[in-house]
Every structure is written in structure tokens, then in C-alpha cells.
């Protein structure tokens, strides 16, 4: 069997199993499994770029995909006039000043001599900026988010198209991205795993805990869409005259177009990234990224700037992960920072890049529909199965009762079993690199 | 000015806390610094190992409870840690066999390890939910304090409270026995020392007749020990909860690398210096300087550097200072 | 890319994640081949040597090397001849596509590493030959560890033979000076009361001064009955206290004779030597 028939077997067969989940359960269930299934591709292909070209070793995705969710609230709310009254100003001069002051002590590192004085002078600095910090930031905090705080208390967005969040996305996480790098990424070696880990569990702590930017816990839901809303196709003679020729009732009908609409966007999303990944491998600059990877030392007597190189494939692979998670919360209309789990958005992602083939794009974006497959259709299987296996013992059964309780919890371990498995029998994953 | 006052307000809300959960991140810490140091990777399951160990003696304290075992003033669930030890000694030398032992006989490169690492945490984690639920467990029992605010206050008529809770006590003696127990075995015990060759020069330990398989199965054995212990110590402060102690793993993580990856005190100091940055940064200090500061000139705000909600911030910030400036960490570790 | 999937790390090189330091290169077997008696020959014999890394090209062609009891014997030859590969070979640290090794009348050749230290050998590696972030006493101690019985004895001959060590037996051995830390190497290898000691390049490095003091106390770990099989940088030197000398070039033997013979050979000094 040549490999190209083997790999597009394989993709017919994830194809198949939405299918089947179309014709068994409800077509709404399928169309959700495909929708995140190309999201999860397009995170994939981003951590690809990563591990896959560069080897690097990046377990904060979760922290690149909630950048993404904020883009979205940031880009495509209405803004708040009230609050930015109140103390819009105030906070941003606060945040500027942080900044300042972070500024001005990395200038002082640089342009003073080592030794005491320095150490002392940036001291200063940072401490006596921090409590200016605070002085400005805390009232106009207080004030923003005192303004309507049911229903707004945040200062809102741009009001701008919400199709022009992803791109902001996917800025926003190269903006994170640039910054970690440029810290983590050393000369001989780096510390780009903990610096991830961390930065991704600080961003969730922002979200959750900065009201003024993004409600925090209290979500922003009704989040402006790119397709209308299945309430208005109801409500249009036409969509109903329509869908009713082919036998569809217009509530289904609307929420399938929807749903479908979201497919058709996502796909052309998932297949121009796809396309450029595939461009950017073939092209000069990838082939020096992988020669650059299979030996760096060589690489670098020929002059190539292994660092720079590596913050460059860094900030691009972060940036594609901010684009699906500006298109994920814009799938689900709302912002809930409380959601942003680091086992559904960095290790998840993870067991999708190793399943799916490392190094190879292509093998990325299957793992991701596979693994989201399974990870959505795990749960009802292993409840099925629980059910086989206890149904001769009684209902009233406390093991019974337990094992049919924890059913939820198989998913977690099938995708570490998955994980082994492919990693010990096909380590080069479903579809490996060339 | 009110300075014996103020002492005490510090000791009870930042010294006593800081000290136990700085105990509790130490003793994570060296699990996390031994695997470093010997199998050569960074273990993402430490923290569902912890969980793990935890869990069984959870249910062993319980089943101690329901035949009406207890240790008078201490909680049973010390009684239960042995069986807990064993229980995770028991999961990690059958993860190895059937998962780490391949990949060393293939001499595969660390970072792989890493990634195997991260699909036996998805399994040990699903193992904890699937068996005793993701929800919080209280399983403490006996005396609940050594020291009591009000009779603190009694015998020494101060108007500031010291509370010492008896689980934040038995941390703190516990911590101090095994981590000397820990450093007696490395430093003088035949098998310590074959397992630090190891750790330093694995093919020299090999020229010299040290068997690595035997060192790797110590390795595993203190790991389930250290980790159950730091994980029961954690649960009986604070409460039992598996997706807290996958979470631990940050400042564990941090803990270790700030003391010098692969460094045992490096280990304990990392974990102290993160307990007290965390703690002293996200307290608020109003009562403090309101007993220290001349009278009128008293703060009215709450005077807390950060939100408690930031205390991975903290930890991680201390990190990241640490590797700016000393990329091995305090205690010369094995990194860069 | 590497052929082996799991060895693949993608020039990864994160520190917080992974520790590359003081990694093994030497694959670990416990199940040793067997050993069968092949009386006669000299000690210690690797006779017709073939063989390379792997699956990789042959470095060694019909290559041998031996050492008698009480001598000392020196494998020379210019960069790349494969001196050191010919050692590793005697050490069962490389495939032998054919030839053989013996030792004390047992041919070895089936054995892995760990075996033929178990049966003996003592081996001193060029690079990583010390435990660096251990004392200088742990070092032996640890240089012993096959052994069960009482060790003071062996550590009190090293120390009389090596007494700066004594002196710095509580230190770091990676504290000490090039020399010093040659002067460990060989001690530790000496621990397990071995019957034949192998050391390659044991000089490298190390001052001129230094590297004399070095070869006056392999003559005196040869004086107490172990036979010593070296490979040797500084030619000259090496054969001036060789018993018997090996000029390999390419993997293959090109002269052999006692040291004085090689010495005097005037192709040898012609060619190796500089004139």
C-alpha cells in the first residue's frame, strides 16, 4: 500500500466516524466534533511548527489560546463609554506606567556597570514603580468596574468586525510569544517548557482576576458573530421556503446552517494555514529550520542564527494557536476564563501534534480530528461500556454506582493510553515526516 | 508602636504558613530534582503521583476510621501513609516496567521521556478521578490545633493570636526527619552513592559495576515515598483535591529549578524561598504596619502587594529572576 | 534525523525539562554472553580485530593488541588511526564483525562491558573517567562497588601510591587539577583490584611536568604485578616505558616490537616519531 492512499485512508476514515456520529446520535453532535475538530487542527499545526521544525518544547498553549479568546472580546465588543469615563484613562496611564518602569529598569541593567549600584538603582525603580503603578491603576480599576458591574463593569472593545479578532489573535499571542522567547530562548540551551507553563497559568490568573479588561469570572457572553443568528433565519420567509424543499423543519435547518457556516469559514481558515505551513517547510527558510534541528552545531559554524531562528518559528507557532482560540471563543459567543483547562489546551494539543505524526502538517491536523473524535466520543462509549459490563449487577449496587459515576474520568485515561501506545508502536506517529 | 504584636501577627500569618507549605513544595521538589537528576528528565506526573499516594491513603484512613482506628491527637491518616507509600511504590515500579523501561533500553533521548511522562500523568489522573472523584476530600481527624489563638492570647495577654494547627506542626517535623533520612542515604549508604555516580557519570557508574536498573528502582521507590508524603502532609493542611495537586506542579516545578535542577538542598531551598515569596507577597499587611506604624500614619488600605489569585505569578516571576541571573540556579544545578 | 525514533530529540535542548549531563552512551545488557576457556596466548589478547560502531563503516581491520604479565604496553599511531576504538574493542565496547579477545585464558569476546569488569579488567576512560561532583574518597569507594569485601586495604595502596589524593580525599574530584583528577581515574579503576588495567590517553591534557610525574606512577601501578595496556598521544614518551608498543595506522598494525625496538626503528621515528 503506497503512503499517499494510507494517508488519505486515514483521513477518510476520521472522516467516516463523524459521519457515522451524523447518522447514529444527531448531526448537530457531528457538525460540533468537526468544528473543533479544525480548530484543534489549527492548534496543532501551530505546536507543529514547534516541536515539529524546531524542537521546541512550548506546554503553555493554553496560555496562547485564551490570548486568543481575549483578542475577541478586545476587537469585536462595544466599547463602554461609561467606563472609560469613569476610569479608562486612569488604567491605561497605569499600565503604561508599569510599563515604563519595567523600561527603565531594563535600561538601567543595561547601561549602568555591574555592581552595587545598579542592583540598588533598579530597586528603586521597580519598587518605587510598582507603588506608583498601583497609585494610578487600583482607582481607575475601582471605577471601571463599578459601572454597571451585572452587566458590563470592563471597558469593552473596539466594536470593530468580529473576523478581524482572529488575525488580532493571533497577534496578541506573538506579542506574548516574542516576549517569552526573547527571555527563554537562551544560547546554549533554554527554558522555554517552564517559562510556558508558567506564563499560560499567569495569563488564565489575568483573565480570571482583571474585571476591567474582560469581566473576568463573570464571563462576557454574547459575543458578536460572523453569521446570523438562527432566530433570524426563522424568522426569514425565505430561509424557510427554502430549507422547506428539502424537508427540513426551519429550527433544525437554522442550526445546522449555522453550524455548517462555521464549518465552511473554519475549513477555509484551516486550509490557507495549512497551505503556508506547507509553503514555509519547502521553502528555504524550512529547510534551514530543519537542517538547523537535525544539527545545530553545523548550522551554526555556517552562520545561522540558531537563536534568532528559534524565536522566529516561536512567535509564528504561538500566533497560529492565538488564531484558533480567537476563532474557538468566537465559536462559542463567550468568554469564560473559568474553562481554560492546561489538560484540554496544552496537553491535549500535545497527544494530537505526537499521535498525528511530528514534523509533519499534514499528520498534525489528522491527530487533531482524531483526537477531538475521542475525546468528545470517549465518554458515551465508556458509558456504554460500563453499562455492559455491570448490567448483571444490581442498580442499587454501590460499584455499580461508582464505575457508572466515573465514567467521565475514562477520557483522561484513554488519551494517556492512546498517547503510550503510539509512542511505543509508531513513534514517528500516523502520518510521519518525510 | 506595637512590635511584640506585630512579631506575632508575622508569625502566625506568614511564618507558620510559609514554613509548613514551604515543607510541603520541598519535599515535591526533591521527588521532581531525583527523577531529574537520575532518569534525566522532568516528570509532568509528579503531581498525579502525589495525588495518587494521596488518594490511597485517603481511603486507607477511612477504612481505619470505619473499624475505629485512630492515633489519638495525631490524624490516622499518618497510621494510613505507610500503606500509601506502598500503594504509589506499587503504581510507579508497575509504570516502569510496563512504560519507562523501554524507552532507557532504547536510550532514548529525554525529551521523549518528557512527552511518555505527560501520557502516564493523562493515565495516574484519570486513575485518581476514576477511583475517588474529582471533588474535594477532608480526611484530617484528631486535635485540630498544638497552639490556640485565644489561649495563646491568655497566657501571654498579648491582643495578637498565634495558632499553630496540629497538621502544620507534624508537616514541619515530618519534613525535617525525611529530608534527613533523605541526605543520610545519599551521602553514606553504599546504594545512596551509586545512585549520585549514577546521576553524575552513568557510563563511568556502569565501568564500575553499578547496575542502573537497580538504581532507577531505588530512584522510583524514594520518589513514591517523598511524593505520598509531601502529597499527604499537603491534604491534611489543606484539603484533598486531584486537580489541585495536578496544579502543584508549577510551583514544584519552580521550587526545584530555582534551587538548581538536580540539586537536592537546592530542592528544599527552592521550595522555601517560593513558600515565603508567595505567601509574604499575596498577605496582606494592614494589621502589621497598623501595630508597627506611629500612630495616624496607619495604612487604610490593605497593603497587599498582589491578589492571592496571583500566587503562581509570584512564584513563577521568582523563577524567571533566578534563571535571568543564574541560569543553574541558587545551589548549582545540572542545567545549562 | 536519527534512525532510532526515540532517540530523535529535535536538537530539543530545553534545561528545565531535560538533563543531558553525565548521560550514557554505553547500552546496558544484563544478559552477558558466555565465556569459554582458549588456554594459552599472552594475559590479556585482542587478536584480528575487525570491526566499527554500529551498524557504521569498519574502523579496525585484522588489528591486535596484547599485554603479557608485568609489562606495559602502548598503542601508538597518528590522529584518527584508531587507537582508542582498538582499546574499546579489547573492552567489548564495540561490534567485532570477527577476531577475538582473551583474557587469562578465557576467551571474553561475547561479553559485555559490565562482564569483563566483573573478570577483571580495569578500564580508564579518556573523557568523563571521574565521578566529578563526588569526593575523592567516593570516587574509589565507588570504583569498588563490584566488590564485598573489606576495601580499606585497596584504598590504602592507592593512597600510598597516589598521596596527593589522601591528602584531598574529602574534596570534590571535580575541583581538583588535571592531573589530580588522572590520578583519581586510575585509582578508581584500581579499586576493584583489577588484573589488568586499561587507560587511554591518560596524559591528555595535562602539562608536560605533570604528564611525567603521571607516567612515573603508571610504571609503579606496573611494578605491583598489574599488566597495563595504554594508548598513548605523546608518542615518544609512551615507548621510552613500554615493554611492548603497537603502531596502528587506519585500524590496522603497522609496526610492533618492544618500545626500545620502536625507537630505534627508523621508519618509525621517521614517520611517528618526527625524525
Given at each position: 500500500?503506497?503512503?499517499?492512499?494510507?494517508?488519505?485512508?486515514?483521513?477518510?476514515?476520521?472522516?467516516?466516524?463523524?459521519?457515522?456520529?451524523?447518522?447514529?446520535?444527531?448531526?448537530?453532535?457531528?457538525?460540533?466534533?468537526?468544528?473543533?475538530?479544525?480548530?484543534?487542527?489549527?492548534?496543532?499545526?501551530?505546536?507543529?511548527?514547534?516541536?515539529?521544525?524546531?524542537?521546541?518544547?512550548?506546554?503553555?498553549?493554553?496560555?496562547?489560546?485564551?490570548?486568543?479568546?481575549?483578542?475577541?472580546?478586545?476587537?469585536?465588543?462595544?466599547?463602554?463609554?461609561?467606563?472609560?469615563?469613569?476610569?479608562?484613562?486612569?488604567?491605561?496611564?497605569?499600565?503604561?506606567?508599569?510599563?515604563?518602569?519595567?523600561?527603565?529598569?531594563?535600561?538601567?541593567?543595561?547601561?549602568?556597570?555591574?555592581?552595587?549600584?545598579?542592583?540598588?538603582?533598579?530597586?528603586?525603580i521597580l519598587v518605587g514603580g510598582f507603588f506608583l503603578y498601583r497609585a494610578v491603576f487600583d482607582p481607575g480599576v475601582e471605577a471601571v468596574e463599578a459601572v454597571n458591574p451585572a452587566g458590563t463593569g470592563y471597558l469593552g472593545?473596539?466594536?470593530?468586525?468580529?473576523?478581524?479578532?482572529?488575525?488580532?489573535?493571533?497577534?496578541?499571542?506573538?506579542?506574548?510569544?516574542?516576549?517569552?522567547?526573547?527571555?527563554?530562548?537562551?544560547?546554549?540551551?533554554?527554558?522555554?517548557?517552564?517559562?510556558?507553563?508558567g506564563i499560560a497559568e499567569i495569563i488564565i490568573a489575568v483573565l480570571k482576576n482583571e474585571d476591567w479588561l474582560a469581566r473576568g469570572v463573570k464571563n462576557v457572553v454574547g459575543l458578536p458573530r460572523p453569521l446570523p443568528y438562527e432566530i433570524e433565519l426563522q424568522n426569514d420567509p425565505a430561509f424557510v421556503a427554502r430549507v422547506a424543499g428539502f424537508g427540513l423543519d426551519p429550527v433544525t435547518a437554522s442550526t445546522l446552517y449555522v453550524k455548517l457556516g462555521y464549518s465552511v469559514l473554519f475549513t477555509v481558515v484551516l486550509l490557507i494555514l495549512l497551505w503556508m505551513a506547507q509553503m514555509a517547510l519547502k521553502s528555504p527558510w524550512g529547510r534551514m529550520m530543519r537542517a538547523i534541528r537535525d544539527n545545530e552545531v553545523a548550522a551554526e559554524a555556517m552562520g545561522k542564527d540558531v537563536t534568532a531562528r528559534h524565536l522566529?518559528?516561536?512567535?509564528?507557532?504561538?500566533?497560529?494557536?492565538?488564531?484558533?482560540?480567537?476563532?474557538?471563543?468566537?465559536?462559542?459567543?463567550?468568554?469564560?476564563?473559568?474553562?481554560y483547562q492546561p489538560l484540554r489546551f496544552t496537553f491535549l494539543i500535545w497527544v494530537m501534534v505526537i499521535v498525528g505524526g511530528s514534523g509533519n502538517n499534514f499528520g498534525a491536523v489528522l491527530g487533531a480530528m482524531l483526537i477531538w473524535f475521542l475525546w468528545v466520543q470517549v465518554e458515551p462509549i465508556g458509558l456504554w461500556l460500563l453499562q455492559v459490563l455491570t448490567s448483571g449487577m444490581a442498580d442499587a449496587n454501590p460499584l455499580k454506582q461508582h464505575l457508572l459515576d466515573s465514567a467521565a474520568h475514562m477520557r483522561l485515561l484513554t488519551m494517556g493510553v492512546i498517547l503510550l501506545l503510539v509512542l511505543r508502536f509508531s513513534p514517528r506517529g500516523l502520518i510521519p515526516e518525510k | 508602636m506595637d512590635l511584640l504584636n506585630a512579631i506575632v501577627a508575622i508569625a502566625n500569618y506568614v511564618l507558620v504558613p510559609a514554613i509548613s507549605y514551604g515543607s510541603q513544595l520541598a519535599l515535591g521538589a526533591l521527588g521532581v530534582t531525583l527523577i531529574y537528576g537520575i532518569?534525566?528528565?522532568?516528570?509532568?506526573?509528579?503531581?498525579?503521583?502525589?495525588?495518587?499516594?494521596?488518594?490511597?491513603?485517603?481511603?486507607?484512613?477511612?477504612?481505619?476510621?470505619?473499624?475505629?482506628?485512630?492515633?489519638?491527637?495525631?490524624?490516622?491518616?499518618?497510621?494510613?501513609?505507610?500503606?500509601?507509600?506502598?500503594?504509589?511504590?506499587?503504581?510507579?515500579?508497575?509504570?516502569?516496567?510496563?512504560?519507562?523501561?523501554?524507552?532507557?533500553?532504547?536510550?532514548?533521548k529525554p525529551v521523549i521521556l518528557v512527552i511518555v511522562s505527560m501520557g502516564v500523568m493523562f493515565i495516574m489522573n484519570g486513575l485518581v478521578r476514576f477511583i475517588i472523584g474529582p471533588d474535594d476530600q477532608r480526611f484530617s481527624d484528631g486535635a485540630r490545633f498544638i497552639i490556640k489563638a485565644r489561649e495563646f492570647k491568655q497566657a501571654t495577654g498579648l491582643s495578637e493570636g498565634l495558632a499553630i494547627k496540629t497538621t502544620q506542626g507534624i508537616t514541619i517535623v515530618t519534613a525535617v526527619v525525611v529530608v534527613a533520612l533523605l541526605f543520610w542515604f545519599l551521602n553514606r549508604t553504599r546504594t545512596g552513592k551509586s545512585m549520585r555516580a549514577y546521576s553524575d557519570n552513568e557510563d563511568l557508574a556502569l565501568l564500575s559495576g553499578i547496575n542502573p536498573e537497580r538504581v532507577v528502582l531505588y530512584t522510583w521507590m524514594i520518589v513514591a515515598a517523598l511524593a505520598t508524603i509531601a502529597g499527604v502532609l499537603y491534604g491534611l493542611d489543606k484539603s484533598f483535591k486531584p486537580f489541585v495537586?495536578?496544579?502543584?506542579?508549577?510551583?514544584?516545578?519552580?521550587?526545584a529549578i530555582?534551587?538548581?535542577?538536580?540539586?537536592?538542598?537546592?530542592?528544599?531551598?527552592?521550595?522555601?524561598?517560593?513558600?515565603?515569596?508567595?505567601?509574604?507577597?499575596?498577605?496582606?499587611?494592614?494589621?502589621?504596619?497598623?501595630?508597627?506604624?506611629?500612630?495616624?500614619?496607619?495604612?487604610?488600605?490593605?497593603?497587599?502587594?498582589?491578589?492571592?489569585?496571583?500566587?503562581?505569578?509570584?512564584?513563577?516571576?521568582?523563577?524567571?529572576?533566578?534563571?535571568?541571573?543564574?541560569?543553574?540556579?541558587?545551589?548549582?544545578?545540572?542545567?545549562? | 534525523m536519527s534512525d532510532n525514533p526515540w532517540q530523535d530529540d529535535r536538537g530539543n535542548k530545553d534545561a528545565s525539562i531535560t538533563n543531558k549531563e553525565g548521560?550514557?552512551?554505553?547500552?546496558?545488557?544484563?544478559?552477558?554472553?558466555?565465556?569459554?576457556?582458549?588456554?594459552?596466548?599472552?594475559?590479556?589478547?585482542?587478536?584480528?580485530m575487525t570491526g566499527g560502531y554500529g551498524k557504521g563503516p569498519d574502523i579496525l581491520h585484522e588489528c591486535t593488541v596484547a599485554v603479557d604479565r608485568g609489562e606495559i604496553a602502548v598503542i601508538v599511531g597518528p590522529n584518527g588511526a584508531g587507537k582508542s576504538t582498538a582499546m574499546k574493542a579489547v573492552f567489548g565496547m564495540l561490534d567485532l564483525r570477527s577476531g577475538s579477545v582473551r583474557l587469562d585464558g578465557e576467551d571474553i569476546t561475547d561479553l559485555s562491558p559490565q562482564a569483563r569488569v566483573a573478570r577483571g579488567m580495569g578500564f580508564v576512560p579518556q573523557n568523563n573517567n571521574i565521578f566529578t561532583t563526588m569526593t575523592v574518597e567516593e570516587n574509589l569507594e565507588m570504583g569498588a562497588f563490584i566488590r564485598t569485601d573489606d576495601i580499606s586495604e585497596t584504598m590504602e595502596q592507592v593512597y600510598e601510591l597516589f598521596p596527593i589524593l589522601r591528602e584531598k580525599r574529602r574534596q570534590p574530584a571535580g575541583e581538583l587539577s588535571g592531573g589530580q583528577r588522572q590520578q583519581v581515574a586510575v585509582g578508581r579503576a584500581l579499586m576493584t583490584r583489577p588484573k589488568v588495567l586499561m587507560l587511554d590517553e591518560p596524559t591528555a591534557g595535562v602539562s608536560p611536568i605533570?604528564?611525567?610525574?603521571?607516567?612515573?606512577?603508571?610504571?609503579?601501578?606496573?611494578?605491583?604485578?598489574?599488566?597495563?595496556?595504554?594508548?598513548?598521544?605523546?608518542?615518544?614518551?609512551?615507548?621510552?616505558?613500554?615493554?611492548?608498543?603497537?603502531?596502528?595506522?587506519?585500524?590496522?598494525?603497522?609496526?610492533?616490537?618492544?618500545?626500545?625496538?620502536?625507537?630505534?626503528?627508523?621508519?618509525?621515528?621517521?614517520?611517528?616519531?618526527?625524525?
Amino acid at each position: 500500500m503506497n503512503e499517499t492512499v494510507k494517508n488519505v485512508g486515514l483521513f477518510a476514515l476520521v472522516g467516516a466516524l463523524i459521519l457515522i456520529t451524523g447518522f447514529m446520535q444527531s448531526w448537530n453532535t457531528a457538525i460540533l466534533i468537526l468544528n473543533m475538530g479544525l480548530i484543534s487542527a489549527i492548534m496543532s499545526i501551530g505546536v507543529n511548527l514547534q516541536w515539529g521544525f524546531a524542537g521546541l518544547f512550548n506546554v503553555g498553549i493554553m496560555g496562547f489560546v485564551a490570548l486568543g479568546g481575549l483578542a475577541v472580546v478586545l476587537t469585536s465588543m462595544p466599547p463602554v463609554t461609561e467606563a472609560w469615563a469613569a476610569g479608562g484613562l486612569r488604567v491605561l496611564s497605569g499600565l503604561l506606567l508599569g510599563a515604563a518602569t519595567i523600561a527603565a529598569a531594563v535600561i538601567a541593567h543595561r547601561k549602568m556597570r555591574p555592581g552595587r549600584t545598579r542592583g540598588v538603582v533598579m530597586i528603586v525603580i521597580l519598587v518605587g514603580g510598582f507603588f506608583l503603578y498601583r497609585a494610578v491603576f487600583d482607582p481607575g480599576v475601582e471605577a471601571v468596574e463599578a459601572v454597571n458591574p451585572a452587566g458590563t463593569g470592563y471597558l469593552g472593545g473596539l466594536g470593530l468586525p468580529v473576523l478581524l479578532a482572529w488575525p488580532v489573535g493571533g497577534l496578541l499571542a506573538a506579542g506574548a510569544a516574542w516576549l517569552i522567547g526573547k527571555t527563554a530562548l537562551g544560547l546554549r540551551s533554554d527554558y522555554l517548557a517552564i517559562a510556558t507553563l508558567g506564563i499560560a497559568e499567569i495569563i488564565i490568573a489575568v483573565l480570571k482576576n482583571e474585571d476591567w479588561l474582560a469581566r473576568g469570572v463573570k464571563n462576557v457572553v454574547g459575543l458578536p458573530r460572523p453569521l446570523p443568528y438562527e432566530i433570524e433565519l426563522q424568522n426569514d420567509p425565505a430561509f424557510v421556503a427554502r430549507v422547506a424543499g428539502f424537508g427540513l423543519d426551519p429550527v433544525t435547518a437554522s442550526t445546522l446552517y449555522v453550524k455548517l457556516g462555521y464549518s465552511v469559514l473554519f475549513t477555509v481558515v484551516l486550509l490557507i494555514l495549512l497551505w503556508m505551513a506547507q509553503m514555509a517547510l519547502k521553502s528555504p527558510w524550512g529547510r534551514m529550520m530543519r537542517a538547523i534541528r537535525d544539527n545545530e552545531v553545523a548550522a551554526e559554524a555556517m552562520g545561522k542564527d540558531v537563536t534568532a531562528r528559534h524565536l522566529q518559528i516561536f512567535v509564528l507557532g504561538s500566533a497560529i494557536v492565538g488564531i484558533a482560540g480567537a476563532m474557538m471563543t468566537t465559536l462559542d459567543g463567550q468568554l469564560t476564563p473559568g474553562t481554560y483547562q492546561p489538560l484540554r489546551f496544552t496537553f491535549l494539543i500535545w497527544v494530537m501534534v505526537i499521535v498525528g505524526g511530528s514534523g509533519n502538517n499534514f499528520g498534525a491536523v489528522l491527530g487533531a480530528m482524531l483526537i477531538w473524535f475521542l475525546w468528545v466520543q470517549v465518554e458515551p462509549i465508556g458509558l456504554w461500556l460500563l453499562q455492559v459490563l455491570t448490567s448483571g449487577m444490581a442498580d442499587a449496587n454501590p460499584l455499580k454506582q461508582h464505575l457508572l459515576d466515573s465514567a467521565a474520568h475514562m477520557r483522561l485515561l484513554t488519551m494517556g493510553v492512546i498517547l503510550l501506545l503510539v509512542l511505543r508502536f509508531s513513534p514517528r506517529g500516523l502520518i510521519p515526516e518525510k | 508602636m506595637d512590635l511584640l504584636n506585630a512579631i506575632v501577627a508575622i508569625a502566625n500569618y506568614v511564618l507558620v504558613p510559609a514554613i509548613s507549605y514551604g515543607s510541603q513544595l520541598a519535599l515535591g521538589a526533591l521527588g521532581v530534582t531525583l527523577i531529574y537528576g537520575i532518569l534525566r528528565f522532568s516528570n509532568f506526573a509528579h503531581g498525579d503521583t502525589m495525588a495518587f499516594g494521596t488518594m490511597v491513603t485517603v481511603l486507607v484512613t477511612w477504612w481505619f476510621q470505619s473499624l475505629g482506628v485512630s492515633f489519638g491527637p495525631l490524624p490516622t491518616a499518618l497510621l494510613a501513609l505507610p500503606l500509601g507509600i506502598l500503594g504509589c511504590m506499587a503504581l510507579l515500579l508497575v509504570t516502569d516496567r510496563a512504560v519507562y523501561r523501554f524507552y532507557r533500553q532504547q536510550k532514548a533521548k529525554p525529551v521523549i521521556l518528557v512527552i511518555v511522562s505527560m501520557g502516564v500523568m493523562f493515565i495516574m489522573n484519570g486513575l485518581v478521578r476514576f477511583i475517588i472523584g474529582p471533588d474535594d476530600q477532608r480526611f484530617s481527624d484528631g486535635a485540630r490545633f498544638i497552639i490556640k489563638a485565644r489561649e495563646f492570647k491568655q497566657a501571654t495577654g498579648l491582643s495578637e493570636g498565634l495558632a499553630i494547627k496540629t497538621t502544620q506542626g507534624i508537616t514541619i517535623v515530618t519534613a525535617v526527619v525525611v529530608v534527613a533520612l533523605l541526605f543520610w542515604f545519599l551521602n553514606r549508604t553504599r546504594t545512596g552513592k551509586s545512585m549520585r555516580a549514577y546521576s553524575d557519570n552513568e557510563d563511568l557508574a556502569l565501568l564500575s559495576g553499578i547496575n542502573p536498573e537497580r538504581v532507577v528502582l531505588y530512584t522510583w521507590m524514594i520518589v513514591a515515598a517523598l511524593a505520598t508524603i509531601a502529597g499527604v502532609l499537603y491534604g491534611l493542611d489543606k484539603s484533598f483535591k486531584p486537580f489541585v495537586y495536578f496544579q502543584l506542579l508549577l510551583p514544584i516545578f519552580a521550587s526545584a529549578i530555582v534551587g538548581g535542577l538536580g540539586n537536592p538542598i537546592g530542592a528544599i531551598a527552592g521550595g522555601f524561598i517560593i513558600a515565603f515569596s508567595e505567601v509574604t507577597i499575596t498577605y496582606a499587611w494592614k494589621k502589621v504596619l497598623g501595630y508597627l506604624m506611629p500612630e495616624g500614619l496607619q495604612p487604610e488600605g490593605l497593603v497587599q502587594l498582589l491578589s492571592t489569585d496571583y500566587k503562581f505569578a509570584v512564584s513563577f516571576v521568582i523563577l524567571l529572576i533566578v534563571l535571568l541571573f543564574r541560569p543553574t540556579g541558587l545551589f548549582r544545578g545540572k542545567a545549562v | 534525523m536519527s534512525d532510532n525514533p526515540w532517540q530523535d530529540d529535535r536538537g530539543n535542548k530545553d534545561a528545565s525539562i531535560t538533563n543531558k549531563e553525565g548521560m550514557g552512551t554505553v547500552p546496558y545488557s544484563s544478559e552477558a554472553g558466555g565465556a569459554h576457556p582458549a588456554p594459552g596466548g599472552p594475559f590479556l589478547i585482542g587478536e584480528a580485530m575487525t570491526g566499527g560502531y554500529g551498524k557504521g563503516p569498519d574502523i579496525l581491520h585484522e588489528c591486535t593488541v596484547a599485554v603479557d604479565r608485568g609489562e606495559i604496553a602502548v598503542i601508538v599511531g597518528p590522529n584518527g588511526a584508531g587507537k582508542s576504538t582498538a582499546m574499546k574493542a579489547v573492552f567489548g565496547m564495540l561490534d567485532l564483525r570477527s577476531g577475538s579477545v582473551r583474557l587469562d585464558g578465557e576467551d571474553i569476546t561475547d561479553l559485555s562491558p559490565q562482564a569483563r569488569v566483573a573478570r577483571g579488567m580495569g578500564f580508564v576512560p579518556q573523557n568523563n573517567n571521574i565521578f566529578t561532583t563526588m569526593t575523592v574518597e567516593e570516587n574509589l569507594e565507588m570504583g569498588a562497588f563490584i566488590r564485598t569485601d573489606d576495601i580499606s586495604e585497596t584504598m590504602e595502596q592507592v593512597y600510598e601510591l597516589f598521596p596527593i589524593l589522601r591528602e584531598k580525599r574529602r574534596q570534590p574530584a571535580g575541583e581538583l587539577s588535571g592531573g589530580q583528577r588522572q590520578q583519581v581515574a586510575v585509582g578508581r579503576a584500581l579499586m576493584t583490584r583489577p588484573k589488568v588495567l586499561m587507560l587511554d590517553e591518560p596524559t591528555a591534557g595535562v602539562s608536560p611536568i605533570v604528564m611525567d610525574e603521571l607516567f612515573d606512577r603508571i610504571i609503579e601501578v606496573s611494578r605491583t604485578g598489574i599488566p597495563i595496556l595504554m594508548v598513548e598521544q605523546n608518542a615518544r614518551q609512551a615507548l621510552e616505558i613500554a615493554d611492548k608498543g603497537y603502531v596502528l595506522v587506519q585500524g590496522r598494525n603497522a609496526y610492533s616490537g618492544t618500545g626500545k625496538e620502536l625507537l630505534a626503528d627508523p621508519e618509525v621515528r621517521k614517520s611517528f616519531l618526527g625524525g
